[in-house]
């Protein structure tokens, strides 16, 4: 990959998708959908928050929105990890990263549920969805990942045992 996954256009970010190597590929998709997510959340608190009619708690909203951002920052790492990061890194470690932090943001959707109401609501829904997506297609990237790890280790002990 030429460039920073955050430094590119979508289009780009997209084209580099459909090539046939390695990396970029399903973890970093699913960390740009999962910033995709946590994007609505925020914009969604900040809407909320900047509603005259909002009587809700101030302190509350900063809080969840700081904790969205730092979710957001580790999946921006996440998904430059992916592509430069050492190979034995990216084959639990980094994924896993992606996972722990969907899994957080989506803590924090459940707590702005009782926040957001109105038309702006669904956007918090929709980013559920978002996160949904990205938790689950990085632990089928993991689990795919341990498989093919043990798979490995039987294979070299199957030979080493042959070899004797």
Request: glycine content about 4%.
């Amino acid at each position: 990959m030429t460039g920073l996954v955050w430094a590119m256009p979508v289009e780009s970010l997209y084209q580099e998708l459909t090539l046939p190597k390695p990396a970029p590929a399903s973890v970093v998709a699913a960390a740009v959908t999962a910033r995709m997510g946590i994007a609505l959340l925020i914009k969604t608190l900040a809407v909320v928050g900047n509603r005259n009619s909002f009587e809700g708690d101030r302190d509350k909203l900063k809080t969840l929105t700081e904790a969205a951002q730092r979710e957001s920052s580790k999946l921006a790492e996440v998904a430059e990890d992916d592509v430069t990061g050492a190979p034995e890194r990216k084959r639990s470690e980094v994924p896993m990263n992606a996972a722990l932090a969907a899994e957080a943001a989506l803590v924090l959707c459940a707590e702005a549920r009782a926040i957001a109401t109105g038309s702006i609501a669904v956007d918090i829904e929709i980013a559920v969805l978002l996160l949904t997506a990205a938790h689950r297609s990085v632990l089928m990237c993991i689990g795919s990942n341990l498989r093919e790890t043990r798979s490995e280790e039987h294979t070299s002990e199957l030979q080493s045992l042959t070899n004797l």
